[in-house]
């Protein structure tokens, strides 16, 4: 079974610019999960999507950051226009039931606003 | 204050030793805790959970709980330095799907 697949596993932007990160849950899982860590900080909630729906949004910083997930498949990440402060590893998760000891994690994808 | 608090670390023991990590968390809501092990530039995977109070076993693994004093642990019996990452602590409340991470105790096992 192929796990949680995000991409890029890194990205590199100045300040201004669009960024767009994806993540691929594993197959039937409806409970999407985004996940932010911070430099030196500990990894935070960001989302939450049940197949297409947003169930939670309370973690997301500001409006700048704009989460989708078409379909109820796969989920995206945009951050427009990117902050110095949005640099971080961002972690995609997901589950089949909506509690998470069934979470299953992304490797994550390393941005870096210059 | 934060929510969940871990000592960052780095822990360090020998080969064979128990490692012994500690987590405390302010929020007396907090029903479910998730020990997760992160190797560098990995993504995090659960190791074990516990939900009362008491301990729990899987293998080489113990969490521990105690609501009254707000603390979870995690013993790792016979310690590998395949053991060695950062551990983080995540609690969540009542039904809840979002975890609440510490920032991580990072193990060294010496061989």
């Known amino acids: 079974e192929a796990g949680v697949t995000q991409f890029p596993s890194h990205s590199v932007i100045e300040k201004g610019q669009t960024v767009t990160l994806r993540c691929d849950p594993i197959?039937?899982?409806?409970?999407l999960y985004w996940y932010r860590r911070v430099m030196g900080k500990e990894i935070k909630f960001l989302l939450h999507?049940?197949?297409?729906?947003?169930?939670?949004e309370s973690g997301m910083p500001n409006n700048r950051f704009l989460a989708e997930r078409t379909g109820g498949t796969y989920s995206t990440l945009k951050v427009q226009p990117a902050e110095l402060e949005d640099s971080g590893v961002y972690f995609c998760?997901?589950?089949?039931?909506?509690?998470?000891?069934?979470?299953?994690f992304g490797s994550g994808t390393q941005l870096s606003v210059l | 204050q934060k929510e969940v608090e871990q000592n960052s670390g780095p822990l360090s023991v020998p080969e064979g030793a128990i490692a012994s990590l500690n987590c405390t968390y302010s929020?007396?809501?907090?029903?479910?805790f998730f020990w997760y092990r992160q190797y560098s530039g990995k993504s995090p995977e659960l190791i074990m959970s516990?939900?009362?109070?008491g301990d729990k076993e899987d293998g080489r693994f113990t969490a521990q709980l105690n609501k009254a004093s707000q603390y979870v642990s995690l013993l790792i019996r016979d310690s590998q330095p395949s053991d060695s990452a950062t551990y983080l602590c995540a609690g969540t409340q009542d039904s809840s799907y979002k975890l609440i991470f510490g920032s991580g105790t990072r193990l060294l096992v010496r061989p």
């Open positions: 999507f049940v197949k297409e729906s947003k169930q939670d």
């Open positions: 929020d007396r809501g907090s029903q479910s």
């Open positions: 197959s039937g899982h409806d409970n």
């Open positions: 998760a997901s589950s089949r039931q909506g509690l998470s000891e069934k979470l299953f």
């Open positions: 516990i939900y009362s109070n």
